[in-house]
């Protein structure tokens, strides 16, 4: 039975992304220049999947006017309201209404993946398991679910977050299901955290029988939940970027690697731009500003006099500062400006919306 619909989970608090996530969804923050939860939709719409239904809590009204109806990807989008973070396996279970009895696939939408999902999905719909999730080998698997494979490729355990992992394999967050996942998910406790665990609920199907297989990532995939990971996903994105300069660049600009550049942005002279670099619409850089690789700069910014590489700027920031800023994360709204010059030559900042400091 082919896949026909797909849940996208836009919830959750993102408390490990505070200050940015006081004001904003986790799953908007943007990785070059496009937000997260883009790369999910667009994943689920490659596989063939049309018919999504998103998962949103407190910022849902951000969620709903970012994403709309859905249309701009050829899709339909049904919006179903979390009353407040209960758990994966919790939004599964308030979502039965809209899935029906269709097989579908559940996407974390903080979750980034490298070569989509369409090969996965086609696996499921050609076998006869109940459910079947991606996994990848990690560094650090008791910061995650973690499965334990059998010789043949079915799950024989899984665990959240455990103190002593029996594997080295971590969930990604995404999973196929059948119907019976329904059975699973009304019949399991809520954790330690007051959760319902997706874990708990798939452990409950390989309990009573049922067939769990596993898909191994193939390429790379990071699940963005902290700064560091949104940063390292941006310079894996940028890795690939193309090259396009849409705005105005003046004489006297170096221009070094892949570098694009949106609509009504200026480059003023003096300045420096060495890619894989992304800026945004309607922005203004230098005099006399280095943007350095693995940058990403949002739409509306301002830039003078500063050197910047390795980091996020989200957007209607000014940055005027004669300093050298790297591996930083900056919300909207943000104004840096200099204070005096007995200071470290380099800053890492990670700032949230509305945000005015000098350094």
């Known amino acids: 039975m082919d896949i026909v619909k797909g849940l996208i989970l836009s919830g959750g608090s993102g408390t490990r992304l505070r200050p940015l996530t006081h004001t904003n969804a986790k799953q908007l923050i943007?990785?070059?220049?496009?937000?997260?939860?883009?790369?999910?939709?667009?994943?689920?719409?490659?596989?063939?999947?049309?018919?999504?239904?998103?998962?949103?809590?407190?910022?849902?009204?951000e969620v709903?006017?970012?994403?709309?109806?859905?249309?701009?990807?050829?899709?339909?989008?049904?919006?179903i309201e979390q009353d407040a973070p209960r758990g994966l396996a919790h939004a599964v279970l308030i979502s039965e209404k809209f899935l029906g009895k269709e097989p579908f696939v559940m996407?974390?939408?903080?979750?980034?993946?490298?070569?989509?999902?369409?090969?996965?999905?086609?696996?499921?719909?050609?076998?006869?398991?109940?459910?079947?999730i991606m996994l990848c080998k990690?560094?650090?698997?008791?910061?995650?679910?973690?499965?334990?494979?059998?010789?043949?490729?079915?799950?024989?355990?899984?665990?959240?977050?455990?103190?002593?992992?029996?594997?080295?394999?971590?969930?990604?967050?995404?999973?196929?299901?059948?119907?019976?996942?329904?059975?699973?998910?009304?019949?399991?406790?809520?954790?330690?955290?007051?959760?319902?665990?997706?874990?708990?609920?798939?452990?409950?199907?390989?309990?009573?029988?049922?067939?769990?297989?596993a898909h191994m990532v193939k390429g790379w995939w990071k699940d963005t939940?902290?700064?560091?990971?949104?940063?390292?996903?941006?310079?894996?994105?940028?890795?690939?970027?193309?090259?396009?300069?849409?705005?105005?660049?003046?004489?006297?600009v170096e221009i070094v690697g892949r570098v694009a550049i949106g609509e009504a942005t200026v480059v003023r002279r003096g300045s420096s731009i060495h890619g894989p670099a992304i800026i945004g619409r309607n922005c203004e850089i230098g005099p006399n500003t280095y943007v350095g690789p693995f940058t990403s700069i949002g739409d509306?910014?301002?830039?003078?006099?500063?050197?910047?590489?390795?980091s996020v700027l989200i957007g209607d920031s000014v940055i005027e500062c004669s300093k050298r800023i790297r591996d930083s994360l900056i919300g909207k709204n943000v104004h840096v400006s200099s204070a005096d010059h007995n200071v470290?030559?380099?800053?890492?900042?990670?700032?949230?919306?509305?945000?005015?400091?000098?350094?």
């Open 30 to 61: 943007p990785i070059a220049n496009k937000p997260n939860l883009f790369y999910a939709i667009e994943d689920v719409v490659n596989a063939g999947i049309k018919d999504i239904g998103i998962i949103v809590g407190h910022t849902k009204e």
């Open 64 to 79: 709903k006017a970012a994403v709309g109806d859905g249309s701009r990807w050829g899709a339909k989008v049904t919006y």
């Open 107 to 132: 996407y974390l939408g903080d979750n980034l993946l490298k070569g989509g999902i369409k090969e996965f999905v086609k696996e499921f719909e050609n076998s006869d398991a109940d459910a079947s």
């Open 138 to 213: 990690v560094k650090d698997p008791q910061r995650f679910g973690v499965a334990e494979i059998d010789a043949k490729g079915r799950v024989i355990s899984l665990e959240e977050k455990p103190k002593q992992p029996k594997s080295d394999l971590a969930l990604v967050g995404i999973y196929m299901f059948r119907h019976s996942i329904f059975e699973a998910v009304k019949n399991i406790k809520p954790s330690w955290r007051n959760e319902l665990e997706i874990t708990d609920a798939i452990f409950y199907l390989v309990k009573h029988g049922k067939k769990v297989t």
């Open 225 to 252: 939940g902290k700064p560091e990971d949104i940063l390292e996903a941006n310079r894996l994105i940028l890795e690939t970027l193309e090259p396009n300069i849409e705005g105005t660049v003046e004489e006297g």
């Open 300 to 310: 509306n910014c301002k830039l003078v006099n500063v050197e910047i590489e390795n």
């Open 344 to 359: 470290p030559k380099c800053h890492k900042l990670i700032l949230g919306e509305h945000s005015k400091i000098s350094i």
